[in-house]
């Protein structure tokens, strides 16, 4: 099978196009063949170690010291499942599902294995398989942020700080599903992309500073990394919460102290992949209620090219990646 491979550390250049062989499914483990991938943050900063100051060195141990441990990465796909172990019961060849292999990676590839009783779901009928493949990454980000710690609550005031990426395009969405006023702090060339997607209000981030605004909110969710406690404190509501999705090896410590007379405090840390948020993104992508957003899309040959979005400003939503055609 082909395969985007990554042997060492750098920029977009050290993405290859290679023959590997092409994985077998165990007993309990189901091939899927990859019709679509992305190249997401996480890709991003783990080919590049790009990654928030103090956090260098543990990403080198855990990924690879010198070059990657695992040379394919990505996390997340939509595929249909070609073979099954012979204990599998919950999928079928034939099935279009959705998948996130998380820290094992290598869904920049024609095929995967994974145990059937990881983050695989089907593939709801009214998605693309571009927004198949771009279900997961920033929904469950999203979800696990704003819903699992930072509790939010019909008719709160969200401020989501970097409304165009992967995850902020989905919180817009999740939070106004949940009930909340949301204001996006974007670019002024993404105003109508983010009122499309259901922002209420809109600051442009090039000439205004929402740490500058009298108005209050009850959540703030940080996606860019520049939102930090000391200047935004101020901004939030008694009981407010400052969530940061992006925060340095400093920020990320301290944040546990952060936390004021009024309520105010502030969460780090790093999103969960679970289950139960895969479901639920899917269904509320099968009910018409959320819709990942693609920014761009390029054949496997050309992932060079997504790479080299990923190393840009400006990206909105998903950067996918055309694995084989469906049949």
């Not at 260098?56 to 695992?70: K, M």
């Not at 442009?204 to 969710?221: A, G, K, S, V």
């Not at 790093?270 to 479901?279: C, G, K, P, Q, W």
Request: neutral net charge; glycine residues 8%; aromatic residues 6%.
């Amino acid at each position: 099978m082909k395969a985007a491979v990554c042997r060492n550390y750098g920029g977009p250049d050290v993405v290859t196009l290679e023959e590997r062989p092409t994985p077998h499914p165990g007993d309990n483990d189901v091939q899927i063949r990859v019709i679509t991938t992305c190249v997401n943050s996480a890709d991003w900063r783990i080919r590049s170690l790009n990654v928030p100051t103090g956090f260098g060195v543990i990403v080198r141990l855990f990924f690879g010291f010198f070059r990657p441990r695992q040379p394919v990465l990505g996390s997340e796909l939509a595929g249909v499942v070609e073979r099954t172990g012979k204990s599998v019961t919950q999928f079928n060849p034939g099935d279009h599902v959705i998948a996130m292999t998380g820290i094992r990676l290598g869904a920049h590839a024609e095929y995967v294995v994974l145990p059937e009783n990881a983050l695989i779901v089907r593939k709801p009928d009214n998605l693309t398989w571009e927004q198949a493949a771009a279900l997961c990454f920033g929904g469950t980000a999203a979800l696990d942020f704003l819903f699992h710690k930072g509790k939010l609550s019909a008719g709160e005031h969200v401020l989501i700080n970097g409304a165009t990426g992967t995850v902020g395009s989905a919180a817009i969405q999740l939070a106004r599903q949940a009930g909340a006023t949301v204001t996006a702090v974007c670019s002024y060339h993404s105003t109508r992309a983010v009122r499309a997607l259901g922002a209420d209000h809109v600051i442009n981030y090039e000439t205004e500073d929402f740490r500058d605004y009298t108005h209050r909110w009850d959540i703030i969710l940080d996606t860019v990394g520049n939102a930090r406690w000391k200047d935004s404190k101020r901004t939030l509501k008694p009981n407010g919460r400052l969530l940061r999705v992006v925060a340095d090896m400093n920020d990320t410590l301290l944040s546990f102290l952060h936390k004021d007379r009024e309520g105010r405090r502030e969460i780090t840390g790093t999103a969960r992949e679970d289950i139960a948020d895969v479901t639920a993104l899917a269904n509320l992508a099968r009910q018409g209620n959320f819709q990942p957003v693609i920014h761009a899309s390029f054949p496997l040959t050309d992932i060079r090219d997504a790479h080299q979005v990923m190393d840009k400003p400006g990206k909105h939503g998903s950067v996918d990646v055309r694995g084989s055609d469906p049949d």
